[in-house]
């Protein structure tokens, strides 16, 4: 906890300065650590000028951003009409039913986080999935089935 | 040495092209044949993805969809010098696809190397900026007036009356910045062109900075393009090297600032204020307008913020002029439209045609029908918020005022196709859902409307008492229309309803109680 809240200050100090700071900052500090804990809200709100209420409502605010830390690996399945057309709603049932949990939850074995995704403009191959970074195309069941047993295997 | 190209484009990627581009490098290193790889934009036939060409002195020649396990065979096949292999295809500029296109704003997409400032310069880059530096700024935005372009983000706004008023509107600091929040499905010209042309962009913002008067600019990037995002940076970078950014652009007075800022995932900062709200540093919530943003934007200054494609169009007008540009098209819709097709087709990818293209043409000579073999039954155009057309709508011309009279819309020119297994009810309660989850929860109508049609959509799809619950849905589309502050909520109805008005039958009512 002690060695996250240098980094954040290191972060705060290193993006405070500039125009419109609060986005910047909160990417870096996500990039870094996967996710915004609640504990720095503080510190950002007085580097920047704001209320802690309004770095919290921010926060909050985009889909992206997350409060807690998500499992090793983050799974972005596109639920948008593209996708749609292309089944990926066979595939979103699939994944849901072989790893157990639905959107926003994580595997008990903490590996991997589900999220929905509205669009990852690769709708000419849908349906379209993200894993961490990268990006997967005409996707298939049994494709994210075996991405997503290789992502659970290596344990960092 | 022998070139080959093999595309870095995001949907390149989600088909391999890393591990094809890897599996080359090292056949060609075993083989002892020095090999020169450039990562090029895609030429948007994504079924053909991972496309490779090679230079021959003939010109590029194609092979495709190529696989990992498929690369030995074709160095044995001879396909540096163009040889024959099951994958070849011939000439890339010969291929149906590419020849009847009009591609002014993606000229080079999937010629260049994207981050190549030297490509970039060998295939006319910055003929359009090095114009503009000698030009007044009036010239410059009557010439992007003259032109006829329109903001390609949707609204259709005519881009030189929106920087008109920028350069009027006296201040110290202006900016420009640019719209890349490219949320709707079917959609990805905005990306395509940030990964395989970024300069093009940048050039396009840094004419728009010297005609309003703006030494700033910011590109708000979806955080979903991370590929988008890096290929901007590395641009960025070398061109501010060679002095195309920053203190007196190429020994001029101009000064032009740029930064690559990224979203985080709320489709409404699309939506040209909330995203300046949360450039700000802020929730993405919409403001009330007036003020435009031309007049108080981006920290209450004059801001000209227009769309990628909107401005990736500018250093062709400012090169080739006005007239050139405005050939093109029809009526009032001039130009080009790069035109996504996506969904349930043969041929997915991008065409750039000039306006006036059907929707015929577009899904069957150019997408080849659906994926699936199956009829297509109906197109979303213009993304979650645009209308849904039927077969017997299909030969619309693509222009603006045309969409209007069937009450759809262009959008960013994305077509989402479907096979005749779609349930159009499903669809329509989608789009309530959709809005429910994007909302910024500033107005009622689409706050609580949205929660509320899905609920009734539900009903409807369970088959309980369809008419009353249809009759709600209008009742809600009325309000929705009516009662909110901008587009998500305001033109979530044209999904919704257009999927009621063409296809009742999905609803669990006949076309002739539609009718009564
Ligand atoms: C909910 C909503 C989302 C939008 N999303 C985008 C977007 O992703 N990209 C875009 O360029 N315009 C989007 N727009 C339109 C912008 O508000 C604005 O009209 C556009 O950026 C202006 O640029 P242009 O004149 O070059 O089209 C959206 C509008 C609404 C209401
Ligand atoms: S219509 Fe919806 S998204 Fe637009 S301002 Fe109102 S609540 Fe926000
Ligand atoms: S709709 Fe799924 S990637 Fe665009």
Request: aromatic share 8%.
């Amino acid at each position: 906890m002690h060695d996250q809240m240098a980094r954040i200050q290191s972060h705060i100090e290193s993006h405070q300065h500039m125009a419109g700071a609060l986005m910047p900052l909160l990417h870096a500090i996500q990039d870094d650590l996967s996710y915004i804990p609640e504990e720095c809200y503080g510190l950002i709100a007085k580097a920047l000028n704001l209320s802690v209420a309004e770095v919290h409502g921010v926060v909050t605010f985009y889909h992206h951003f997350r409060t807690r830390p998500p499992g090793r690996h983050v799974l972005q399945v596109c639920r948008a009409e593209s996708c749609q057309a292309m089944g990926c709603g066979a595939l979103e049932s699939h994944v849901k039913s072989s790893l157990g949990i639905d959107y926003h939850e994580t595997t008990s074995d903490g590996s991997i986080t589900l999220e929905p995704v509205y669009c990852l403009g690769n709708c000419a191959c849908s349906p379209a999935i993200m894993l961490d970074d990268e990006i997967y195309g005409r996707v298939s069941p049994q494709q994210v089935e075996s991405l997503l047993a290789s992502a659970r295997r290596d344990n960092p | 040495m022998n070139t080959v190209y093999i595309p870095r484009d995001s949907s390149a990627i989600s088909l391999g092209a890393n591990l094809v581009a890897a599996a080359i490098a090292k056949e060609a290193e075993s083989r002892n044949i020095p090999l020169n790889i450039i990562r090029n934009g895609s030429r948007g036939m994504f079924w053909l993805e991972p496309l490779v060409e090679v230079a021959t002195s003939v010109g590029r020649i194609a092979y495709g969809p190529v696989t990992t396990d498929q690369v030995a065979s074709l160095f044995d096949a001879g396909f540096l010098d163009g040889g024959q292999h099951a994958l070849s295809l011939g000439p890339t500029e010969e291929l149906p696809w590419m020849k009847h296109q009009e591609r002014l704003t993606f000229a080079r997409v999937g010629i260049t190397d994207p981050v190549s400032l030297q490509d970039y310069l060998a295939h006319d880059g910055y003929k359009g900026l090095r114009n503009a530096i000698d030009m007044a700024p009036q010239d410059i935005v009557q010439q992007v007036t003259d032109s006829g372009l329109r903001g390609r983000g949707g609204a259709a706004f005519p881009t030189g009356i929106k920087w008109k008023t920028v350069l009027e509107a006296p201040a110290e600091q202006k900016y420009v910045v640019c719209n890349a929040d490219e949320g709707d499905s079917g959609t990805f010209s905005d990306r395509m062109i940030m990964e395989g042309d970024p300069f093009v962009l940048i050039e396009g913002m840094t004419i728009a900075g010297i005609a309003v008067g703006a030494t700033q600019g910011y590109i708000y990037v979806r955080s979903e393009y991370p590929h988008s995002i890096a290929a901007l940076n590395l641009a960025i970078k070398s061109a501010y090297e060679a002095g195309y950014l920053g203190r007196g652009i190429l020994g001029s007075r101009h000064d032009f600032y740029l930064e690559v800022r990224r979203a985080a995932g709320a489709y409404v900062c699309g939506e040209e204020t909330a995203l300046l709200e949360s450039l700000e540093g802020k929730r993405g919530l919409v403001r009330f307008k007036p003020p435009l943003p031309a007049i108080s934007g981006l920290f209450g200054k004059p801001t000209v913020i227009n769309n990628v494609i909107s401005l990736a169009s500018v250093p062709i007008i400012l090169d080739k002029g006005s007239v050139y540009y405005r050939d093109y098209g029809m009526g009032r819709s001039r130009g080009t439209l790069p035109i996504q097709l996506a969904g349930n087709i043969k041929h997915g990818g991008l065409v750039e045609k000039a306006f006036g293209v059907t929707l015929r043409e577009l899904l069957y000579d150019y997408g080849g029908g659906s994926a699936s073999g199956r009829p297509i039954k109906a197109v979303q155009v213009g993304g979650p918020l645009g209308a849904y057309l039927p077969e017997s709508q299909f030969d619309t011309p693509l222009d603006y005022e045309e969409f209007g009279k069937l009450w759809a819309v262009l959008g960013h020119g994305g077509i989402v196709a479907f096979d005749d297994t779609v349930d159009m009810a499903h669809m329509a309660r989608y789009a309530f859902e959709f809005c429910a989850v994007e909302s910024c929860g500033k107005c009622t109508p689409c706050r609580i409307g949205s929660t509320r049609g899905v609920e009734v959509m539900d009903k409807i799809i369970a088959g309980t008492d369809p008419a009353k619950h249809i009759a709600l849905v209008r009742d809600l589309g009325d309000t929705m229309l009516n009662g909110s502050l901008c587009a998500l909520g305001g033109m979530t109805p044209y999904p919704v309803l257009s999927a009621l008005n063409h296809f009742p039958e999905d609803f669990g009512i006949s076309k002739k109680e539609q009718a009564a």
